[in-house]
């Protein structure tokens, strides 16, 4: 469960490009919990794919007009001034088209998470790396006028051949609101090396009394994803740490948790899934640990097949 929770952190990291550093930063803080031991995770040290050349393909869809209540949808190509740590970024002659996988997307975020994103903006990327073994669409979304850098509400992942889901998160959820003064002492506190059994404490949290609720919670969120397969187990992982505070004593402490799950499908297929523990909503869902290439090494002087 460790390796695979690593896989999980370390695969899609790398695979989201550009998207990756506010998704390393979350989950060295909600992720790193759930490691059952004292492994240290610092994924963006370990990495040494080059990201000074990569120009990725990136599309600007906006997925239905909010003054009509028909859903169209318009694309334009942006320059490439932006880098990403995936080669490949050109799509390929069997890739379905960007606009196409916007509106797979846009149905995905309404079937998963009830929403409806007409009048919002899809920023699509085309995602290949040699540790996967399939490319991906991914897509963040935004409220028109947006960049996708540091503004995104949703972000999502599909076989960039196929249409098939693969991730799916909720940037209100991931990343919620907390003060500056809390950042400042997480950012110094989780900075300090040696206080790493100091840190595994506070993302750390217990499993809720009432456990059967969230597992039926769980299994709602995965059947939503798996719309084409049947769910036969769900598992859960472990809670860890998702808002932080300071105590009366002024001390770092943790105020709201999310809840770590593994679900399967009648394929073999596993989906790693967080749900706030407090309110019950899916934070995020991530299938692509499944797709990475047998025995690749992303630790080394070159990443490769170990």
């Known amino acids: 469960m460790k390796k695979d929770i690593i896989k999980v952190v370390a695969a899609t990291a790398i695979s989201m490009g550009v998207f990756g550093v506010a998704f390393v930063s979350v989950n060295n803080f909600a992720l790193a919990s759930a490691i059952e031991g004292t492994q240290r995770i610092h994924p963006m040290e370990s990495q040494t794919i080059s990201v000074a050349s990569q120009t990725p393909q990136l599309s600007r869809i906006v997925v239905g007009d909010p003054q009509t209540s028909e859903s169209t949808s318009t694309i334009r190509f942006e320059s490439g001034s932006r880098t990403s740590i995936m080669p490949g970024a050109e799509p390929s002659a069997n890739a379905i088209s960007a606009d196409a996988a916007a509106e797979i997307g846009k149905q995905y975020i309404l079937d998963v998470l009830g929403v409806d994103i007409d009048g919002k903006a899809i920023h699509m990327m085309y995602s290949a790396h040699p540790s996967m073994t399939r490319t991906f669409w991914r897509g963040i979304v935004t409220e028109q006028q947006d960049s996708y850098l540091n503004n995104a509400l949703y972000d999502f992942a599909l076989d960039a051949v196929s249409g098939q889901r693969v991730n799916i998160s909720n940037h209100n959820r991931v990343m919620p609101y907390m003060p500056e003064e809390v950042l400042n002492a997480l950012n110094e506190f989780f900075q300090d090396r040696?206080?790493?059994?100091?840190?595994?404490?506070?993302?750390?949290?217990?499993?809720?009394?009432?456990?059967?609720?969230?597992?039926?919670?769980?299994?709602?969120?995965?059947?939503?994803?798996?719309?084409a397969t049947e769910v036969v187990s769900v598992e859960f992982v472990n809670s860890n740490a998702l808002r932080f505070g300071f105590d009366e004593h002024r001390n770092l402490a943790a105020i709201g948790h999310q809840l770590v799950f593994t679900a399967t499908d009648s394929t073999g297929r596993v989906a790693y899934?967080?749900?706030?523990?407090?309110?019950?909503?899916?934070?995020?869902?991530?299938?692509?640990?499944n797709d990475i290439v047998p025995g690749f090494n992303y630790v080394g002087t070159e990443p490769g097949r170990g």
Request: aromatic content about 12%; hydrophobic content about 35%.
């Open 194 to 227: 040696n206080r790493f059994d100091e840190q595994i404490a506070l993302r750390t949290g217990q499993p809720p009394a009432q456990l059967d609720g969230y597992i039926q919670t769980a299994r709602d969120f995965a059947e939503r994803h798996f719309s």
């Open 273 to 289: 899934l967080a749900i706030d523990q407090e309110t019950h909503e899916l934070i995020w869902l991530f299938t692509e640990s």
